[in-house]
Protein backbone atom coordinates (compact mmCIF):
# COMPACT_ATOMS: atom_id res chain seq x y z
CA UNK A 1 0.00 0.00 0.00
CA UNK A 2 1.46 3.61 -0.88
CA UNK A 3 1.93 6.31 1.45
CA UNK A 4 -1.08 8.34 1.68
CA UNK A 5 0.30 12.15 2.13
CA UNK A 6 -2.25 15.53 2.07
CA UNK A 7 -2.29 18.51 0.63
CA UNK A 8 -3.92 21.74 0.40
CA UNK A 9 -4.55 23.95 -2.71
CA UNK A 10 -7.26 26.61 -3.27
CA UNK A 11 -7.97 29.10 -6.21
CA UNK A 12 -7.75 27.21 -9.17
CA UNK A 13 -10.08 28.68 -11.40
CA UNK A 14 -9.61 26.27 -14.41
CA UNK A 15 -11.24 28.43 -17.40
CA UNK A 16 -11.24 31.84 -15.74
CA UNK A 17 -9.67 34.34 -18.03
CA UNK A 18 -9.91 37.06 -15.29
CA UNK A 19 -7.18 34.93 -13.58
CA UNK A 20 -4.74 36.38 -16.69
CA UNK A 21 -5.90 39.82 -16.18
CA UNK A 22 -2.86 42.21 -16.08
CA UNK A 23 -4.92 44.32 -13.56
CA UNK A 24 -4.63 41.91 -11.04
CA UNK A 25 -2.05 42.08 -8.37
CA UNK A 26 -0.59 39.00 -9.41
CA UNK A 27 -1.76 37.98 -12.86
CA UNK A 28 -0.99 34.44 -14.06
CA UNK A 29 1.90 34.40 -16.48
CA UNK A 30 -0.38 32.45 -19.68
CA UNK A 31 -1.16 33.25 -23.19
CA UNK A 32 -4.52 31.81 -22.58
CA UNK A 33 -6.97 29.62 -19.97
CA UNK A 34 -5.76 26.48 -22.39
CA UNK A 35 -2.30 27.01 -21.53
CA UNK A 36 -3.06 27.85 -17.48
CA UNK A 37 -5.57 24.61 -17.48
CA UNK A 38 -2.97 22.64 -18.89
CA UNK A 39 -0.42 24.18 -16.77
CA UNK A 40 -2.13 23.46 -13.18
CA UNK A 41 -3.03 19.98 -14.36
CA UNK A 42 0.79 19.56 -14.77
CA UNK A 43 1.84 21.13 -11.44
CA UNK A 44 -0.61 19.35 -9.90
CA UNK A 45 0.36 15.83 -10.52
CA UNK A 46 3.75 16.39 -10.42
CA UNK A 47 2.93 16.57 -6.96
CA UNK A 48 -0.16 14.68 -6.29
CA UNK A 49 -0.35 11.10 -6.18
CA UNK A 50 -3.05 8.90 -6.96
CA UNK A 51 -3.72 7.81 -3.59
CA UNK A 52 -3.02 11.27 -1.95
CA UNK A 53 -5.48 13.42 -0.45
CA UNK A 54 -5.83 17.09 -1.49
CA UNK A 55 -8.06 20.02 0.14
CA UNK A 56 -9.05 21.96 -2.52
CA UNK A 57 -10.27 25.35 -0.58
CA UNK A 58 -12.87 26.44 -3.21
CA UNK A 59 -12.92 27.97 -6.37
CA UNK A 60 -12.21 24.93 -8.73
CA UNK A 61 -13.46 26.34 -11.72
CA UNK A 62 -15.05 28.95 -13.84
CA UNK A 63 -17.24 28.55 -17.40
CA UNK A 64 -19.25 25.62 -15.30
CA UNK A 65 -21.80 25.95 -18.17
CA UNK A 66 -18.91 23.98 -19.83
CA UNK A 67 -19.54 20.45 -17.75
CA UNK A 68 -18.12 18.45 -19.81
CA UNK A 69 -14.68 20.68 -19.91
CA UNK A 70 -14.29 20.87 -15.80
CA UNK A 71 -15.19 16.72 -15.38
CA UNK A 72 -12.46 16.21 -18.29
CA UNK A 73 -10.30 18.38 -15.91
CA UNK A 74 -11.07 16.56 -12.47
CA UNK A 75 -10.95 13.68 -13.99
CA UNK A 76 -7.34 14.20 -14.93
CA UNK A 77 -6.26 15.30 -11.34
CA UNK A 78 -4.46 12.82 -9.57
CA UNK A 79 -5.26 11.98 -5.98
CA UNK A 80 -8.28 11.61 -3.68
CA UNK A 81 -9.97 15.30 -3.95
CA UNK A 82 -11.77 16.82 -0.98
CA UNK A 83 -14.06 20.39 -1.53
CA UNK A 84 -14.38 23.19 0.80
CA UNK A 85 -16.79 25.06 -1.01
CA UNK A 86 -15.80 28.59 -2.45
CA UNK A 87 -18.21 31.46 -3.87
CA UNK A 88 -17.73 30.29 -7.46
CA UNK A 89 -18.73 26.61 -6.36
CA UNK A 90 -21.92 27.83 -5.94
CA UNK A 91 -25.17 27.89 -8.88
CA UNK A 92 -27.37 30.35 -6.93
CA UNK A 93 -27.33 30.90 -3.14
CA UNK A 94 -26.65 28.00 -0.86
CA UNK A 95 -26.57 26.16 -3.86
CA UNK A 96 -23.71 24.06 -5.25
CA UNK A 97 -23.38 23.95 -8.67
CA UNK A 98 -24.47 21.12 -10.15
CA UNK A 99 -21.18 20.46 -12.34
CA UNK A 100 -19.20 21.01 -8.86
CA UNK A 101 -21.55 18.90 -7.04
CA UNK A 102 -21.34 15.91 -9.78
CA UNK A 103 -17.45 15.77 -10.26
CA UNK A 104 -16.72 12.85 -7.80
CA UNK A 105 -15.19 14.81 -4.78
CA UNK A 106 -14.74 12.30 -1.67
CA UNK A 107 -16.29 14.99 0.69
CA UNK A 108 -18.15 18.57 -0.03
CA UNK A 109 -18.03 21.04 3.19
CA UNK A 110 -18.23 24.71 4.12
CA UNK A 111 -15.35 24.62 5.96
CA UNK A 112 -13.30 21.20 7.67
CA UNK A 113 -11.26 20.17 10.02
CA UNK A 114 -7.83 17.70 9.84
CA UNK A 115 -4.99 16.55 11.78
CA UNK A 116 -1.87 16.80 9.50
CA UNK A 117 2.02 16.67 11.43
CA UNK A 118 0.33 15.89 14.42
CA UNK A 119 -1.34 19.32 14.00
CA UNK A 120 -4.89 20.19 13.86
CA UNK A 121 -6.15 22.38 10.77
CA UNK A 122 -8.96 24.14 10.00
CA UNK A 123 -9.63 24.75 6.51
CA UNK A 124 -12.03 27.29 4.91
CA UNK A 125 -12.29 29.34 1.55
CA UNK A 126 -12.44 32.21 3.70
CA UNK A 127 -9.57 33.73 5.56
CA UNK A 128 -10.52 34.29 9.50
CA UNK A 129 -9.73 35.98 12.63
CA UNK A 130 -10.60 33.44 14.81
CA UNK A 131 -11.38 29.56 14.37
CA UNK A 132 -11.43 26.44 16.02
CA UNK A 133 -8.73 25.34 18.59
CA UNK A 134 -6.77 29.23 17.75
CA UNK A 135 -5.95 29.42 21.49
CA UNK A 136 -4.94 25.68 21.23
CA UNK A 137 -1.92 25.70 18.61
CA UNK A 138 -4.26 25.01 15.91
CA UNK A 139 -3.69 25.92 12.23
CA UNK A 140 -5.55 27.83 9.84
CA UNK A 141 -5.48 27.13 5.73
CA UNK A 142 -7.94 29.39 3.55
CA UNK A 143 -8.19 31.02 -0.44
CA UNK A 144 -10.06 33.80 -1.76
CA UNK A 145 -7.57 36.16 -1.59
CA UNK A 146 -5.03 35.01 -3.91
CA UNK A 147 -2.18 35.83 -2.71
CA UNK A 148 -2.88 39.64 -1.69
CA UNK A 149 -3.31 38.78 2.34
CA UNK A 150 -0.26 37.96 4.39
CA UNK A 151 0.15 34.48 6.62
CA UNK A 152 -0.97 35.75 10.21
CA UNK A 153 0.11 33.70 13.35
CA UNK A 154 -0.81 30.21 12.17
CA UNK A 155 -2.91 31.17 9.49
CA UNK A 156 -2.36 31.55 5.62
CA UNK A 157 -3.31 31.67 2.34
CA UNK A 158 -2.63 28.08 0.39
CA UNK A 159 -4.23 29.14 -3.26
CA UNK A 160 -2.42 28.76 -6.11
CA UNK A 161 -1.65 32.37 -6.97
CA UNK A 162 0.85 32.53 -3.20
CA UNK A 163 4.51 32.93 -4.25
CA UNK A 164 5.45 29.85 -2.25
CA UNK A 165 3.65 27.47 -3.96
CA UNK A 166 4.71 27.25 -7.23
CA UNK A 167 0.65 26.68 -8.63
CA UNK A 168 0.49 23.04 -7.38
CA UNK A 169 -1.03 21.69 -3.96
CA UNK A 170 1.44 21.70 -1.19
CA UNK A 171 2.15 20.00 2.28
CA UNK A 172 1.29 21.20 5.34
CA UNK A 173 5.35 21.26 6.45
CA UNK A 174 5.91 23.16 3.33
CA UNK A 175 2.90 25.53 3.54
CA UNK A 176 4.14 25.90 7.60
CA UNK A 177 7.82 26.37 7.12
CA UNK A 178 9.18 29.69 8.19
CA UNK A 179 5.68 30.19 9.52
CA UNK A 180 5.69 32.29 12.92
CA UNK A 181 3.95 30.62 15.81
CA UNK A 182 1.16 32.32 17.80
CA UNK A 183 2.53 34.28 20.42
CA UNK A 184 1.84 32.38 23.57
CA UNK A 185 0.42 35.59 25.61
CA UNK A 186 -2.21 35.69 23.17
CA UNK A 187 -2.87 32.41 23.31
CA UNK A 188 -2.47 32.58 27.20
CA UNK A 189 -5.08 35.39 26.94
CA UNK A 190 -8.43 33.79 26.02
Known sequence: ???TRKFYTADT?????LMLSPDLRRPRPFNDTGEMDEFLIRAWNDVVGPDDIVHHLGD????????????SIFERL?????????NHD???QNVVH?????LGWEEVAQHYETNDEGQRVFLSHYAQRTWPGLRKGSWHFYGHCHGSLPAMGRSRDVGVDCED?????????QLTQGMRAVDPAFEEGA
Not at 66 to 71: C, E, H, N, Q, S
Open 165 to 173: TGYAPRTFK
Open 13 to 17: HFGHR
Open 78 to 86: NGRKILILG
Open 1 to 3: MAF
Open 98 to 102: RVIAG
Open 60 to 71: FAFGLHDGDRVR
Open 90 to 92: YGK
